[in-house]
């Protein structure tokens, strides 16, 4: 069982920069791969990022290529998503998840999901 908690959201404007943070406990989180995923308002939710078990790996969504950047500290059985120059069309709700072994980019794939963290973009 993994439980996971997302904190790091808010209000911004357009081209400022969050990081949000994903807590897994548990003490395999090194054997997780984990991923980011969205969800605005009328929306279904949508992949954004996923990395590797050691974090060597990447993988992005094209909208957010090149902005987004994820990475994990399995000391601190943390993933991370940083966000830069962000737009008002990345205003969603995000959710971390996290899947045994391989990387995945369907939301389906994914077993362990947390509660989410509200961001808002302001133009």
């Known amino acids: 069982q993994v439980q996971l908690v997302e904190s790091g959201g808010g209000l911004v404007q357009a081209g400022d920069s969050l990081r949000l943070s994903c807590a897994a406990s548990?003490?395999?989180?090194?054997?997780?791969?984990m991923g980011w995923f969205r969800q605005a308002p009328g929306k279904e939710r949508e992949f954004v990022a996923t990395?590797?078990?050691?974090?060597?790996?990447?993988l992005y969504a094209d909208s957010v290529k090149g902005r987004f950047a994820i990475s994990r500290d399995n000391a601190k059985n943390t993933v991370y998503l940083q966000m830069n120059s962000l737009k008002p069309e990345d205003t969603a709700v995000y959710y971390c998840?996290?899947?045994?072994?391989?990387?995945?980019?369907?939301?389906?794939?994914?077993?362990?999901w947390g509660q989410g963290t509200h961001v808002t973009v302001s133009s």
């Open positions: 548990g003490r395999t989180f090194s054997s997780y791969a």
């Open positions: 990395i590797s078990l050691g974090g060597t790996n990447t």
């Open positions: 998840a996290a899947r045994f072994g391989v990387w995945a980019t369907s939301a389906s794939r994914y077993t362990y």
